[in-house]
């Protein structure tokens, strides 16, 4: 089996379809004020736990941050276990885990296509049976003796991050009678701060359960759903081996992508 060092990014993927469009949109370079439209409300009833969660008097704005909250860890140095982004063998106890076996990669890059290096990527995710590897997950799939779930990496200097892993299963949840979340992986950017940690979720392309996922209905605009979804990319697969899943991170916008702690 090929180490996950092996897998080398083409010229083709520098020309990726989110590249062009910033690329376009590189003279009109300056301040963009988010668009509120862009999340949804923070009470949305059809998430039922956005109920409990969701604001009930004015938000504050911190005018006066702190210092904890204006820097933040250097990753640039962080000495990563040589199987730290390769969820195949990081949790290897018998043997490989069970599951269709597929590269998730991409760029973190800012609105204008400049790449974000050296920044914290991390990711976690259910088995192949939609079961994560967590003390309050009962569900009935069992658990994979040899799948963590869970994998990090920092982004090179051309702000590229890539990881190994299994396809996650969809799985029950209990929202609705019979809702189910689409096969997804959780994905977190580390910014320049502490307080500026994003989160997000990438789905899989093709994918029937996303437009009838509760917490995606909650988005109002498609091209904001479109941010959320990983493309397969066949360039950059391995024969006989594995799938590939193209998911660009831009951190902030007009082309951003939706992250589920901003509001």
Known sequence: ??????????????????????MENLHTKGFYARDRRWHPAALTPGYKTSVARAPNQALVSLQAPSASELSGPDFSHLQMGPHDNDLLLNFNNTGLPIGERIIMFGRVIDQFGKPVPGTLVEMWQANAGGRYRHKNDDYLAPLDPNFGGVG????????????????????????????????HIHVSVMGPSISTRLITQMYFEGDPLIPRCPIVQ????PEAIETLIGVLDMSMSRPMDCLAYRFDIVVRGALQTYFENQG
């Open 152 to 183: 990090r990496c920092v982004t090179d200097d051309e702000g590229y991050y890539r990881f190994r892993t299994v396809k996650p299963g969809p799985y029950p949840w209990r929202n609705g009678t019979n809702d189910w979340r689409p096969a």
């Open 1 to 22: 089996m090929a180490p996950l060092s092996d897998l080398r990014f083409p010229n083709c993927f520098l020309e990726s379809p989110v590249r062009f469009l910033i």
């Open 218 to 221: 909650t988005l109002n605009n």
